[in-house]
């Protein structure tokens, strides 16, 4: 073998601490290796055309680069290897940035292990072979998780551009959060009437399919091809019959259902629709408040609805759907605020989350745009606002900013005012945290014109006096001394966490999550759409807190990377699969029942049955490769011989 | 390369491309200053890493192996690192019984998001490899030559079988003859102190059938390559569990197989027994009475008690009577469990970590690398596709070195995981008489430790172990990083 | 389980009431405690606001001397005292820390130390709700209360284990078991004012004013407390409260364990009730002709 291998400075990133010089000098010593050079910059265009050219010149037949992470990188280099006619699976690549130059600073030793990092590379590679990618069709069809803002623009986007969506919600009404909210900042626009728009088109558009009340129950397949199971939840109506007009609603006796659209303050019926613009428009029974499905007397609905659509015996039905590639868009949920017992651990009516205020302001909301307060239905005079419930907190493990609380408590300030104009507000918080497009001066707003009283420090206790009001006491750290407020309702801005089920979910997209249960995204810079998992995309707050105009503008970045996927007729697998040695395979089934992906058959062959990697269907994990006590499966590009070779390079006194 | 002098040791990384490699590359990014030990070797999933890597580092001179993977319920991959977490605390169990410190391997779990718990994981590691300072060697201990304690007591009274209707089992397999290509069992060897496997295709062949405690042989090992084919099988207790394995692992189908069983009181240790019969030239005569045999051997008597000569596994063994079988002839014996330690694992029980290293030393010294312990194993399957002898993979030298030696041990051990019955043929078959036993002995022990009590060749229809996992595992815990 | 019981310097004095009430309602339920000979001082205020270590040798010479006795627990009715031998404990899993308290004391401490809880702790763990109810002789029916922790019990929570820092309930499943009716009392866990009763005594008739104050609005009959310091400044400190807040208090304070002996049927004067300043007598009466007081409709099922 010829083997080339660059080490590259990265100006100083790599060359501040390792002697790249010495590693290439070193380099030249290992078997194969015929030629070894130091780049400044190997990434940048002149790097990779000295790769190229060196690759004629030397008739190199494998290329190391040590650089920075493969995980950056490597695709870069792959194509650079394959320009200059190597396959690309020729080519290894060393860590001496993220794994050498970035962590120590003694130089010696960093060279040293720059040097070893090589060496392994140069071992692999002396035991890698050329592989072939298979072509395979596209399923020119998106899978959408999630209609709130940032799945509903994505979802208009693909179908704009053409594409088959099937958009699938788990609650009754697409719209997300963004349905709930009264207003929204800096503009104060009725959120309903921006979004409802969107959400007609989505209900409209022929393009999209929409699938309300249901969740992704299970998920197999591959980029280009995979195969969704979508759980449509029992109704209890038959949708295709009910026309939304109501009738149900106004007769239905069971009248002290908890109404979660309105974040349970005030109650609704068994049988509801969530709100007046909910798309679909449709009816829904709760079947644990229903007096038929709980008692087994009532049928008042199905007596009046006019189209014969309640259907007590529904049950949840499971679709199949095949699409090419996923957007997750499943957004957030408040954290539950109740762990803070000196708040009253949820034992105080008058003690609201930011949500629940948003729908007391509403004018669809349970008060009809009314601020009454829930324990007796008064109007308040005196409101405390507490900022960062839940965010910023490491005393309860979420020490991350929730990013939008900061301005909805400005606005929610000045929609009080609006509301009741001889009220008073008062603000606790932290840092004011105000860096969008108009929205410090949103916040001035709200202090200045609207005499929002803005008090810096936390509050330590919330307690009723007894007498109807709480008694809100904190510090004013400004001041430097301690304050109370008599309040007549307070609200807290919970913060956020991943939308309940995501680590479930993640598990089926098989993405990874942090712990807070936010989908990680690829790069955290540079790939904030997409995940490790190809034909797997994210939008919206499912990735890290975002407002509405970051939801919508990711949405939309979502699209065009499935519009991109989606502009190639077939796409190439990752040929790094397992195959079977047939004559070292006895048949055990060992690999077949360990493997995660169903990928392994057991094929008859002469007479013999033999186990059989379905190539569309390896992820490539290697978990049989490391279960064959006779290595007859072996994973590509990492068979048990180049492992071999890198332990054997580290390992040998 | 040697490690850079004075100031590391080598330590290896086996790190899962999803999480913990970006894990370290978050770190990297953050400038979260490490120590410079730690190699990296990237595999795509922690379930790649096949536990043997490990082994073959650390008996090659890495005085420490760090495995990271997706934390548990994260794998990119769904399940790898669930199967993987089961394999490598077996794995981190049995290390000690080669006499290599379980501290100096580890395995963790770590996302791409957490830099800073890879940098903590890797102070504290490379501190912990620091503390205990370099791996020793295995050549670097003078040998110790220990030899195993066979005092034992036994569960239950052993003796010679002989009041077994062996007529009725002969008569038993001619009438299922007809039906079946051959029916394996035992015969008279060279002399009437041996057996050798009788293969029984006529029923004169039948009438050599022999039943005692020279049946020391275990004639499952001749089942697999008779797949697919009618066979029978004269078995006791211990060949009965090899068999059962075997049908869990599909190597052998229960519709073709037809069992015959009769209850076992116990083999003879022929390695004893042959040292204290020394050098003769003729076996006289052997009279089996019920507590032993008295071989005649150039006309001097000797008398084998089985309660002093028998195999170590007939001591413990509680399950003399096939736990399967087609036909049973004559009632099962009952034994009731009770604490007992095979004799070659107490022996490595007793000694420093040290000790066994030095004990390990001299025992590979006499090694002649023969194969025979494979070749006896039953499930030892790969047959002539053994990685012992492959290049492709080439997980061993051909080299005579005691690492490699000891190395094969280990594989044997590591596929056995499991899977072993404790049938001992491997020791039995070993020209030399090294107790290898104690390899795959600590491995089922381990095994049965973290999973519930499991034993192999018990049911037919159980899921092997490290064939599965639990999500939550009841008995594994992820040790902290403090 | 063999149980030591550290009384602390409080009961030999200023909470006497306690300490008998203590005693009484244990042995009631059949609690067998053994004190511990030879007790000293936990190290209690001044100690360890001057040297941990010093003041942690206290404690751990008496949780010794607990393990000498073979104790599996330590039982103290005092706050501060369980306080004082759990921060001890803990900081003694610090290496360091247990040789520098070694040094100190006459013999190195033993191995391993029992644990030290709340009398109120141990007699939840040794008895659920149902065996509690199944002593009670005189249901506290009737009786509206408000539990009251003082700061101490449930802080810090890493180290008191006592439930929610902010808001713990044993006291009230203990109470309920004996029949009386607990309100939620939001300010159970705020200051007292503690020692500053004595320098800074404006503040402390405040802090105590206002847990009072808050206690009258609430309805309630008593406010029932675990420390001693804590039935001091409330009960004591009454009129430099109410002068303080400008509106007149008559709140029995309590500790919980008079109560339980009171529905346990035990005598008054083993409760040592007739040590209270502001009297019980109203309580005990309103137990005793439960129909006169009770005014709610449904009055006729007591």
Redesign the interface.
């Given at each position: 073998m010829r083997i080339g291998v660059f080490i590259c400075h990265c100006g100083s990133n790599i060359a501040g601490t390792v002697d790249c010089a010495k590693v290439a000098e070193n380099a030249r010593m290992f078997p194969d290796v015929v030629l070894a050079q130091d780049i400044m910059y190997t990434c940048a265009e002149p790097g990779q055309a000295a790769i190229e050219a060196a690759i004629h010149e030397h008739k190199l037949d494998g290329v190391v680069v040590a650089s920075c992470s493969p995980r950056i990188h490597e695709p870069t280099f792959r194509r650079t290897v394959e320009r200059a006619g190597l396959n690309r699976y020729m080519f290894e690549m060393a860590n001496i940035r993220e794994h050498v130059s970035w962590i120590g600073k003694d130089k010696e030793a960093n060279t040293n292990k720059a040097t070893e990092l090589v060496q392994i590379a140069v071992a692999k590679l002396r035991n890698d072979k050329p592989l072939k990618a298979k072509s395979f069709d596209v399923n020119k069809r998106v899978l959408i998780i999630g209609a709130g803002v940032a799945g509903i623009q994505a979802a208009l986007d693909c179908a704009e551009g053409g594409i088959q969506v099937v958009l699938v919600e788990r609650e009754a009404t697409i719209g997300g959060k963004m349905a709930k909210l009264d207003k929204t900042f800096p503009t104060v626009d009725c959120s309903a009437c921006i979004l409802g728009p969107k959400m007609v088109d989505v209900a409209q558009h022929p393009n999209i399919t929409l699938y309300a009340k249901s969740e992704v129950e299970d998920i197999s397949g591959y980029v280009g091809n995979f195969s969704i199971k979508i759980r449509k939840r029992a109704t209890y109506v038959d949708w295709d019959k009910c026309t939304g007009c109501g009738a149900c609603t106004e007769k239905c006796p069971a009248k002290k259902t908890p109404d979660a659209f309105n974040e349970l303050v005030g109650p609704t019926t068994a049988i509801n629709i969530a709100f007046p613009q909910a798309i679909p428009k449709k009816a829904v029974i709760n079947p644990e408040y229903c007096r038929q499905l709980t008692k087994g007397k009532c049928g008042v609905c199905a007596k009046v609805c006019p189209t014969g659509a309640i259907n007590y015996e529904q049950q949840d039905e499971v679709i199949t759907e095949e699409v090419g590639c996923i957007v997750a868009a499943t957004g957030y949920d408040l954290m539950d605020w109740t762990v803070y017992e000196e708040y009253g651990g949820g034992r105080y009516p008058d003690v609201v989350t930011s949500l629940q205020y948003e729908r007391l302001l509403s004018a669809s909301g349970p008060t009809e745009g009314h601020i009454k307060r829930p324990s007796d239905g008064k109007e308040p005079k005196n409101i405390v606002f507490i900022q960062c419930v839940g965010s910023r907190d490491r005393s309860i493990g979420r020490p991350y900013c929730s990013g939008f609380c900061c301005m909805y408590t400005a606005k929610q300030a000045i929609l009080t005012k609006d509301h009741i104009p001889d009220s008073k507000s008062y603000v606790f918080y932290m840092d004011i945290r105000a860096n969008g497009k108009i929205y410090d001066e949103f916040t001035r707003r709200a202090m200045e014109e609207y005499g929002t009283e803005y008090i810096r420090g936390r509050v330590s206790k919330i307690y009723p006096d007894g007498e109807g009001h709480l008694i809100v006491r904190g510090v004013d750290t400004l001041l430097g001394e301690g304050v109370e407020v008599k309040a007549d309702l307070v609200v807290l801005a919970v913060g956020v966490e991943a939308a309940k089920g995501s680590p479930h979910l993640a598990e089926k997209l098989r993405i990874s999550y942090d712990s807070y249960g936010f989908f990680l995204e690829s790069h955290v810079k540079l790939k904030p759409v997409e995940t490790n998992t190809a034909g797997v995309y994210l939008a919206g707050v499912c990735q890290g807190v975002k407002d509405i105009p970051a939801s919508v503008a990711q949405g939309s970045a979502a699209a065009a990377k499935v519009l991109g996927l989606f502009s190639r007729d077939k796409l190439e697998n990752d040929p790094q699969i397992a195959s079977v040695d047939m004559k070292r395979c006895v048949d055990c089934g060992k690999c077949i029942r360990c493997c995660p992906f169903g990928a392994i058959k057991e094929v008859e062959f002469r007479g013999k049955m033999y186990a059989q990697v379905i190539e569309t269907v390896c992820q490539g994990c290697g978990l049989c490769t490391s279960t064959c006590p006779q290595g007859a499966i072996q994973l590509s590009h990492a068979t048990d011989n180049q492992i071999l070779a890198e332990v054997n390079t580290l390992c040998q006194c | 390369m040697p490690v850079l002098n004075g100031k590391e040791l080598r330590i290896v990384g086996f790190l899962c491309n999803w999480c913990s490699y970006g894990g370290a590359d978050t770190a990297g990014t953050a400038r979260a200053g490490q120590p410079t030990d730690l190699r990296i070797i990237r595999v795509p999933c922690s379930g790649r890493i096949d536990p043997l890597f490990i082994v073959k580092a650390l008996l090659n001179g890495a005085d420490g192996v760090l495995v990271s993977g997706c934390h548990p319920r994260d794998c990119h991959y769904a399940a790898g690192n669930f199967y993987a977490r089961r394999r490598l605390e077996v794995l981190k169990q049995f290390l000690p019984v080669l006499g290599i410190d379980d501290r100096r391997f580890e395995y963790t779990w770590v996302s791409a998001s957490e830099g800073q718990r890879w940098q903590h994981v890797v102070q504290t590691f490379t501190k912990r490899i620091h503390d205990l300072g370099p791996a020793p060697k295995l050549e670097d201990p003078e040998p110790l030559l220990k030899v195993v304690d066979m005092a034992l007591t036994s569960l239950r009274p052993l003796g010679t079988g002989q009041k077994n209707k062996l007529d009725e089992l002969k008569a038993a397999i001619k009438a299922k003859l007809p039906e079946l290509e051959l029916v394996i069992g035992w015969q008279q060897g060279y002399d009437a102190a041996r057996t050798v496997p009788l293969f029984m295709r006529t029923p004169e062949d039948v009438d050599k059938l022999v039943w005692g405690p020279f049946n020391v042989n275990n004639p499952a090992v001749y089942l697999p390559q008779y797949k697919g084919k009618k066979v029978g099988i004269v078995v006791k207790g211990c060949d009965a569990k090899s068999v059962v394995e075997l049908l869990q692992e599909n190597l052998i189908n229960r519709e073709d197989v037809t069992i015959f069983a009769m209850p076992c009181e116990g083999t003879l240790d022929m390695a004893r027994v042959n040292q204290e019969l020394g050098r003769y030239t003729t076996i006289d005569k052997v009279e089996y009475d019920e507590a032993g045999v008295t071989i005649t051997a150039d006309g001097k008597e000797h008398r084998f008690c089985m309660n002093d000569y028998a195999q170590g596994k007939c001591y413990g063994c509680t399950m003399p009577t096939a736990v399967i079988s087609d036909t049973l002839i004559g009632t099962p014996t009952e034994v009731k469990p009770g604490p007992y330690t095979p004799p070659e694992l107490a022996l490595l029980d007793s000694m420093s970590l040290d000790e066994r290293l030095a004990f390990w030393r001299g025992q590979m010294e006499r090694c002649i690398r023969c194969y025979a312990c494979r070749n006896a194993c039953p499930m030892c399957v790969c047959r002539d596709y053994c990685i012992a002898e492959s290049r492709e993979p080439h997980w061993i030298s051909q080299d005579d070195s005691t690492r490699d030696k000891l190395f094969f041990q280990t594989i044997h051990a590591m596929h056995l995981a499991g899977r072993c019955t404790g049938c001992g043929e491997c020791q039995r078959a070993c020209p030399v008489g090294i107790p290898i036993l104690a390899l795959r002995q600590q491995i089922a022990r381990a095994v049965g430790q973290l999973f519930d009590g499991y034993k192999s060749g018990v049911d037919p229809e159980a899921v092997p172990p490290l064939l599965g996992y639990e999500v939550e595992e009841k008995n594994i815990h992820e040790r902290e990083w403090k | 389980m063999k149980i030591a019981y550290y009384p602390g310097c409080s009961a030999t004095g200023s909470s006497a009431d306690y300490e008998k009430s203590t005693q009484a309602v244990c042995a009631a339920l059949g609690m067998q405690m053994e004190e511990i000979r030879g007790w000293s001082c936990c190290g209690s205020t001044p100690a360890h606001a001057v040297d941990t270590q010093l003041s942690g040798a206290l404690s751990a010479r008496n949780l010794d001397l607990a393990a000498r006795q073979k104790a599996d627990m330590v039982l103290t009715p005092c706050p501060s005292c369980l306080s004082n031998l759990r921060h001890a404990a803990k900081r003694l899993e610090n290496p360091e820390f247990r040789a520098g308290v070694n040094e100190l004391l006459d013999e190195p401490l033993s191995e391993k130390l029992p644990e030290a809880l709340s009398v109120m702790q141990g007699i939840a763990r040794a008895y659920d709700t149902d065996a509690i109810a199944a002593r009670v002789r005189k249901p506290l029916a009737g009786l509206k209360l408000a539990a009251y922790y003082g700061c101490l019990m449930s802080r810090p929570h890493e180290v008191m284990d006592f439930g929610?820092?902010?808001?713990p309930t044993l006291m009230e499943s203990l109470l309920t078991a004996c029949g009386a009716e607990m309100v939620?009392f939001?300010?159970k866990t705020?200051c007292c004012g503690a020692s500053y009763g004595i320098p800074e005594r404006a503040m402390t008739a405040r802090l105590t004013g206002r847990i009072l104050h808050?206690a009258t609005?609430?309805g309630v009959d008593a406010v029932v407390v675990a420390c001693p310091l804590c039935q001091m400044n409330l009960d004591l400190r009454q009129q430099q409260a109410a002068k303080e807040a400008g509106v007149a208090f008559s709140m029995p304070v309590l500790y919980y364990t008079q109560l339980m002996g009171i529905a346990f049927g035990l005598a008054p004067s083993a409760l040592g009730l007739d040590k209270l300043c502001v009297s019980a007598d109203s309580l005990l009466r309103k137990l005793d002709q439960p129909a006169a007081y009770s005014k709610a409709p449904e009055g006729d099922k007591a």
């Open positions: - | - | 929610d820092p902010e808001n939620d939001p300010l705020e808050l609005m609430l």
